[in-house]
């Protein structure tokens, strides 16, 4: 070659160092190749990192979902369990001392009292009340112990609690029969009762239970079903957002006067079925009857005379 000769160009690297170290650290495998093959091999791995990437987020999702509802099962399992502790519901227990149709006295009253008593008019009525709060009187009622349909052997007086039911479990329950727990008694005290003859108003709304049974179960006292059992025609839905169940429980006892430990109540839920009772406020609930030989027996009216005495049967039947 000589001096005068112009040398051929020199060829533009393919690379840059900091671009040769890229790929080296990145793509060890295309280092040294011709131009093009450098380039496939390059593209061949990033498509194949993006897709393997690609797959660990699907994976993740995957794992991620699966853990998800996972953990949705064991927290719904863990609120199932919390709402099955405790008790069912909670049940608010009173005594019904509205419009008694009658009142029982331990002791009979005498001469003085029953001239007083006689005595009075419906001008007196206001004066009713006192007299028998002055004598220990206890409200009864008759009229559904009295009516036919219940079968009830001896159609004395029943005493009546309200019961308001309320559950606040997420899951729904039925109770769907009532029992009374662990009945004792003995003759009643009572031997005297005066009556609001005409004050009944036929059947309540409820149940009446006659502890003169050897096995009482609840009688409906509604109109539609009255003397039939209870729970053969209707249930109580509570939980699940239902609307709080209300009861008026009647009981009767004859001649006797007996106390109870508490009501048992039935219910079905997702689990089987289980009981629970209801207590009296934690004491036990207790029913006054009439002495099987009664000593006196009045009636009100609504017309004057407004009190009349009844005659006694040689049976201690009142004759009125």
Known sequence: MSDT?????????????????VIAAVVPEAVGLERRARNRRIAVSLVCAAVFAGLGVFATKIVDSVFAEHDARV???????????????????????????????????????????????????????PFMDARHGRGVS???????????????????????????????????????????????????VIERRGQGGGGYEGMLFDLTRSDPVPLATDEEDFGEP?????????????????????????????????????????????????????????????????EQTFQLRPTDPFVTECAISPQGDPRC
Not at 5 to 21: G, K, Q, V
Not at 252 to 275: I, L, N
């Open 142 to 192: 008759y009229s559904v112990v009295g009516h036919p349909a219940m079968g009830v052997s001896y159609p004395g007086y029943s005493e009546a609690w309200l019961v308001d039911l309320i559950s606040d479990r997420q899951a729904g329950l039925v109770v769907n029969d009532l029992r009374v727990k662990g009945v004792s008694c003995t003759p009643a005290k009572a031997v005297a």
């Open 75 to 129: 927290a719904s399992e863990a609120d199932d369990k919390v709402d099955r502790e405790g008790q069912a519901f909670t049940a608010i227990v009173r005594l019904d001392t509205e419009d008694p149709e009658a009142a029982l006295f331990d002791s009979p009253f005498s001469a003085e009292d029953k001239r007083t008593l006689l005595g009075m008019t419906l001008e007196d009525a206001d004066r009713l009340q």
């Open 230 to 294: 209870f729970f053969a025609h209707r249930k109580i839905d509570l939980g699940n957002g239902a609307t709080p169940g209300g009861l008026r429980i009647e009981v009767t006892s004859g001649t006797k006067d007996c106390t109870w430990r508490a009501f048992e109540a039935t219910y079905v839920d997702s689990e089987g079925t289980h009981t629970q009772e209801i207590t009296n406020n934690g004491k036990a609930f207790r029913v006054h009857g009439i002495a099987e030989h009664r």
């Open 5 to 21: 000769d112009t040398p051929p160009p020199e060829r533009e690297p393919l690379t840059t160092p900091l671009a040769d170290d």
